[in-house]
């Protein structure tokens, strides 16, 4: 089995897979030795992929050296994919692991990969597996949290989708403006890239992709932990390398 730990913006994501599939999860907001133990039980992975979006991740990485071999994912191992990217060291691994996962579940066809999180990541992976690269833009929270801290008197608020439009208070006009402006801005990136790709398929995911998966007018695949299973498909592909 191997462990997956995905440390992103706001938690700890952590896996244990079964070749392909996730057979513990966990998401928190932070971890220790004796957490790792208690998520184990008494299993030995045979291999650790750890991932980090922080500049400093040392001693969190350290956390699991005790329990088997960690291997760190960046874009500068060797992947199943390939960057057409011009600065592949800024490139986050959740974007890879992304695209990875979508070559795996489509293969030889042309994918928008969507992550509606803390931020909104869109990128484009081509049929012949180039990852191409997209766009980042604020999450839906952090839209919200935008308006109260870069103004004097808009509220701080949480994300919700029970919005009305139009507005009728400013506290339904910001929940509505952060809903829809996130729906608008990802529908027009479907609609933009379809007409570069007809043949296009488009998956979604992500912590907020359940508030919007259902509204987008456009045909999607949704799907859950597409990060964590696109990291455990790098952590394969390297270990097939290191093998040979």
Same mark, same amino acid.
């Given at each position: 089995m191997n462990l997956i730990v995905d440390i992103g913006n706001s938690f700890w994501?952590?896996?244990?897979f079964d070749?392909?599939?996730?057979?513990k999860r966990a998401e928190i907001p932070d971890a220790d030795k004796a957490f790792i133990q208690d998520f184990l039980e008494d299993i030995i992975p045979a291999a650790i992929g750890f991932s980090s979006v922080r500049d400093s991740y040392e001693s969190e990485k350290a956390l699991?050296?005790?329990f088997g071999p960690v291997y760190t994912i960046s874009a500068s191992d060797p992947l199943p994919v390939s960057l057409h990217y011009k600065t592949p060291l800024t490139?986050?691994?959740?974007?890879?692991?992304?695209?990875? /996962?979508?070559?795996?579940k489509f293969p030889e066809t042309n994918l928008l990969v969507i992550t509606l999180g803390?931020?909104?990541t869109c990128d484009i992976l081509t049929d012949e597996g180039v990852f191409m690269g997209g766009t980042i833009s604020p999450g839906p929270q952090m839209r919200l949290t935008a308006m109260h801290e870069y103004t004097g008197k808009l509220p701080e608020l949480e994300f919700t989708d029970e919005v009305l439009l139009p507005g009728v208070s400013t506290d339904s006009c910001m929940h509505s403006g952060?809903?829809?402006?996130?729906?608008?801005?990802?529908e027009y990136y479907i609609a933009y890239y379809k007409q570069q790709y007809p043949d296009l398929h488009v998956i979604v995911s992500g912590g907020f992709a359940p508030s919007f998966e259902k509204k987008i007018k456009y045909?999607? /695949?949704?799907?859950k932990d597409i990060v964590l299973k696109g990291l455990n498909e790098i952590l394969n592909y390297q270990l097939g390398h290191i093998e040979k």
């Open positions: 994501k952590i896996a244990l070749q392909n599939k996730i057979v699991f050296n005790n490139l986050g691994t959740d974007r890879i692991s992304g695209a990875v /996962f979508g070559k795996r803390t931020c909104i952060a809903w829809y402006g996130v729906l608008a801005e990802v045909p999607i /695949f949704a799907q």
